[in-house]
């Protein structure tokens, strides 16, 4: 006989390039100032940065012509993206995953690497700030992901045990926090992220389309 699977009561999604790709046009801009210069910038060593912070530091790879005029440039580079962001969308189908999920009573979480102004921001921007009850962000503790403290914040925000929680991620780094906390992961990569090796046990979406969608590759229902 099956084992029944398990009831959840929210939702814990990551931010940035889960509900908002901001991780896509910031890679974009930054391939584009090493192309500028002669380099190129490998995915894979853009990768290891996603979803934490100081993994990876993409100034190293910049010749000496720039790192002279590194404040200008990261002015410059920091205006370009944040005017890329200001004009994109939500991807596609978050929107319509996180109304059904307030809509049937589950709550909503966010556990981000980001800190909360820039968070806030972005949220406001698309009319979101109000969903979540929760938002464990990087100034919240001492160690982001892959660490599991985000996430370990945020279940006990929102007064759960980590099995009634499913994670949603776009990063290696981002699943790896949720798993060590004992949250259910589903995997969602963007286009930065597609082609890193998550693990077989990390269910995966190539995107967002239905609340029953989600929580079938999760493995969980809604309590009954």
């Not at 391939?31 to 894979?44: M, S």
């Not at 980590?162 to 798993?179: H, M, R, V, W």
Request: net charge negative; charged share 20%.
């Amino acid at each position: 006989m099956t084992a029944p699977a398990p009831t959840i009561q929210a939702l814990i999604f990551d931010f940035d390039g889960t509900i908002l790709d901001t991780e896509t046009l910031e890679f974009r801009r930054w391939e584009a100032l090493y192309r500028q210069h002669g380099r190129e910038l490998a995915l894979r060593d853009w990768q290891q940065g996603v979803g934490t912070w100081d993994a990876f530091d993409p100034w190293l790879g910049l010749p000496d012509a720039v790192q002279v005029r590194r404040s200008e440039v990261h002015a410059e580079l920091h205006d370009q993206i944040t005017a890329d962001i200001t004009v994109s969308e939500l991807r596609p189908g978050v929107l319509g995953v996180l109304e059904e999920a307030r809509a049937v009573g589950l709550r909503l979480a966010l556990a981000t690497s980001s800190d909360k102004v820039w968070v806030s921001r972005w949220l406001e921007q698309h009319g979101l700030l109000g969903f979540f009850e929760v938002m464990a962000t990087r100034y919240d503790v001492t160690q982001v992901k892959p660490s599991p403290e985000l996430y370990t914040l945020a279940v006990t925000q929102l007064g759960l045990r980590p099995e009634q929680c499913l994670a949603i991620e776009d990063s290696f780094n981002g699943a790896t926090a949720a798993a060590a906390a004992g949250v259910r992961v589903v995997v969602v990569p963007n286009e930065v992220t597609a082609t890193q090796a998550f693990l077989p046990t990390w269910p995966r979406l190539e995107g967002f389309t239905t609340l029953a969608d989600l929580l079938a590759a999760g493995e969980v229902e809604l309590p009954s």
